[in-house]
């Protein structure tokens, strides 16, 4: 799969988890290998291989980008937690290609190599795909910018302490 829709599934993974980073990253892993199971664009040619990847890779980084900085605030960093657990289990390809080997055990990458459902005539299903997960993610940006969010924000706690000062105590209100 594209890192970009690993990307933007993360990015979804991220939003679910609701201020849960550890979580997020946990299942934005988890989601890499379900992805990865589907069938999805690969090829056994290096370069063009390569020219996909370096293309990919940009679209991956600026998604990223307009994530951070349009994700809503009180997800963003759970949002960003998918993001990171969903794109590591492919570090294995810069570390090889770079180092000439993969970061992670045996187990890991033999386990990734084995749910790859890859080939060649895939790339306009690996685009549809990602069209797909990127308006999931612009609509859970618009519609989350559209509800306000009362969670434990500076008004809401003064708000609260003070009902609870004028509960406690009447003749305060009237001081």
Known sequence: MLITNHVLAGALVGFAARRRPMLAAAVGCAS?????????????????????AIIDGICGLAAIGIIART???????????????????????????????????GVVDR?????????PHRLPHELRVAVGLAAGVAAVEVITARIPTFSGGRSRITVTNSVARLSADPRAAVE
């Open 32 to 52: 890499h290998f379900a992805l990865d199971s589907l069938p999805h664009w690969g090829t056994d040619d290096e370069r063009r291989f390569t020219r996909v």
């Open 111 to 119: 386990f990734h190599a084995a749910v790859q459902r890859e080939a």
């Open 71 to 105: 994700a809503p605030r009180s997800h963003r960093f759970s949002m960003l937690a998918g993001i990171f657990g969903s794109c590591l289990p492919d570090l294995d390809k810069p570390t090889d290609l770079f180092y000439g080997r993969s970061p992670f055990p």
